[in-house]
């Protein structure tokens, strides 16, 4: 079978182009017949008076377009319109959904702003695959307003900003900043804006000045570490057997909220390595929940994440289970909607593993295989949250969902500043090699977040720091590109969590903690930390815990 590409609309603002699936070739209509590799695509001669057809779904995105001449960037609207073969659709079990999320995953992957690569990638597709789809018909044109969510992709908010001095010591809780360390980070000089903002901050409740640290105010009563530590011996069930770990403030509160007759501790010391645990019951189990102190991804920061796992397992030496709980971004070709939640999961006999930390590393070394970059793969030897989760009944997942419903009120009551409700608006938004975006509207209409049992992983420690540029890409940032999403297909990967969890993970495996898992709560299609995550952050984070209570509920 042929694959013919027609251009049907030419126009500076406007054009459209058919893709479609034929037997019979015509010759007086075509223009240019490929051949070696790319023989049996064919491009038609200029037909403004094709016939129109009506397609069975559409998705609409926006990029940023380089103008090969002027170096001018703009941005131009493309819509891509699918019409199904419905006899394969139902022979091969796959829905239109499924396959035009599918499609449109394979299409961003690499993909640069050119027309030729957008088109010639297009026809390779419909040639190599994809027996489903019949036509594929592609607008571009020039959006009425800009409609390029930049904020769907790029990191969250850099400068001096009071939202951005509040995350910063959000980070760092349990333990706090000086004024010095957080003008550091922020990477000014600019003395009095960040003590105005300190000072709004505190005035607020929000922050407090504890010495020479600011510290990020919680209501609660202090009580003694050793009042868990040491209280009744004798009694086992007053001992946490289940420990839950956190790395996001908001994660913290979501968590904190799922814990029934809670009593917060937190140990603060000046200079850092503060501890905060939240010990109650969800079910008949005692649980206990901890948050990580993040400041920055520096050595020091991954120094801190394992000390604090490694104190809250030496202070609980009952602990048999442990949840780490995060948001993540989530991979576009797995068809995940942000709000979904995934459970790491391994399949040992394909080689595919729970969790996989990309790091870097000399290139000389046999684990980077040459290009500098190695990944650590982690498994439990019990995966007790897949096992359980995997068993979900429709009654266990109506539970979930009802218990996301109580705790996001509750929270939104408790915490009105941050908006645990699910946002109304759901858009695919997918960053290109080049630095670009794309926003793809969702074409998965389902209105329930689903939970999905998979590798998950981090490649947020990959930098791009050789000066030399590989040969075969424009930029090292290309280069990088390539290096994550070879990671992200080679492990299977169905999500990314924000920071990385591997000393976390490193130090639940050192203390031989058997059972383990890390659960994420989809926030972007990206990397977890975009701006667009930060209004799905809330929502993902009380997701993920309302699963994870319900997971514990069924633990015996």
């Excluded at 990020?216 to 009580?223: D, G, M, P, V």
Aim: with cysteine.
């Amino acid at each position: 079978m042929l694959v013919a590409f027609t251009p049907i609309v030419r126009s500076p603002e406007h054009n459209v182009a058919r893709i479609e699936r034929l037997i019979d070739l015509e010759e007086e209509d075509t223009q240019f017949i490929a051949g070696g590799d790319n023989a049996g695509i064919i491009v038609r001669k200029y037909s403004p008076n094709a016939a129109s057809i009506d397609y069975d779904m559409s998705m609409k995105f926006t990029m940023s377009v380089v103008n090969a001449i002027t170096g001018d960037d703009h941005q131009e609207l493309r819509v891509l319109h699918l019409r199904f073969d419905k006899t394969k659709l139902h022979a091969d079990s796959i829905t239109e959904n499924e396959s035009g999320m599918k499609f449109v995953g394979e299409l961003m992957k690499n993909l640069t702003g050119g027309y030729g690569d957008y088109f010639a990638k297009l026809c390779k597709m419909m040639k190599h695959g994809y027996p489903e789809i019949m036509t594929v018909e592609l607008e571009t044109k020039s959006p009425s307003t800009p409609v390029a969510e930049e904020k769907a992709v790029v990191p969250a908010e850099t400068g001096v900003t009071v939202d951005r001095i509040q995350d910063l010591l959000e980070r760092a809780y349990p333990n706090g900043l000086t004024f010095e360390t957080i003008m550091e980070l922020l990477n000014t000089t600019d003395e009095l804006t960040i003590e105005a903002f300190l000072l709004e901050l505190a005035n607020a409740g929000i922050l407090k000045r504890t010495g020479n640290e600011w510290l990020r105010t919680e209501q609660f009563t202090l009580h003694p570490l050793t009042r868990f530590v040491t209280t009744a011996p004798e009694d086992t069930s007053a001992h946490p057997t289940i420990a839950i770990i956190t790395g996001l403030y908001i994660e913290k509160l979501a968590v904190d909220g799922i814990i029934e007759n809670a009593t917060t501790v937190h140990k603060y010391k000046s200079g850092g390595e503060s501890n905060v645990y939240t010990v109650g019951k969800i079910g008949p189990h005692t649980v206990v929940a901890t948050k990580l102190a993040i400041v920055g991804s520096t050595v020091e920061a991954t120094i801190s994440a394992g000390s604090i796992t490694t104190r809250l397992l030496g202070n609980f030496q009952h602990i048999k289970h442990v949840f780490v709980i995060g948001v993540a971004g989530g991979v576009m070709a797995e068809r995940l909607r942000r709000g979904d939640v995934v459970i790491s999961g391994g399949r040992i006999d394909e080689a595919k593993h729970a969790y996989n930390h990309a790091y870097q590393t000399d290139t000389g070394s046999v684990e980077s295989g040459g290009n500098g970059i190695a990944v650590r793969h982690w498994d439990p030897k019990e995966n007790k949250a897949a096992e359980v989760a995997s068993k979900f009944d429709t009654d266990s997942l109506k539970n979930w969902s009802k218990e996301t419903t109580r705790l996001v009120k509750k929270l939104n009551e408790a915490h009105p500043g941050a908006r645990f409700s699910k946002p109304a608006e759901d858009v695919l938004a997918v960053p290109l090699p080049s630095g670009g975006i794309v926003t793809v509207d969702q074409p998965d209409s389902r209105p329930i977040p689903k939970a999905i049992i998979g590798p998950v992983g981090s490649v947020a420690s990959l930098r791009s720091e050789t000066a030399a540029i590989p040969l075969g890409f424009e930029s090292e940032l290309d280069w990088l590109a390539a290096q994550r999403q070879e990671i992200i297909d080679r492990e299977s990967l169905r999500a990314l969590d924000v920071g990385g969890f591997d000393p976390v993970i490193a130090s639940i495996e050192g203390n031989r903690i058997d059972s383990w898992a890390v659960v994420l709560g989809i926030a972007d299609y990206a990397h977890g930390n975009s701006r667009s995550a930060q209004e799905w952050k809330p929502f993902a984070a009380a997701n993920a815990a309302s699963l994870v209570r319900e997971i514990i509920l069924h633990i015996e």
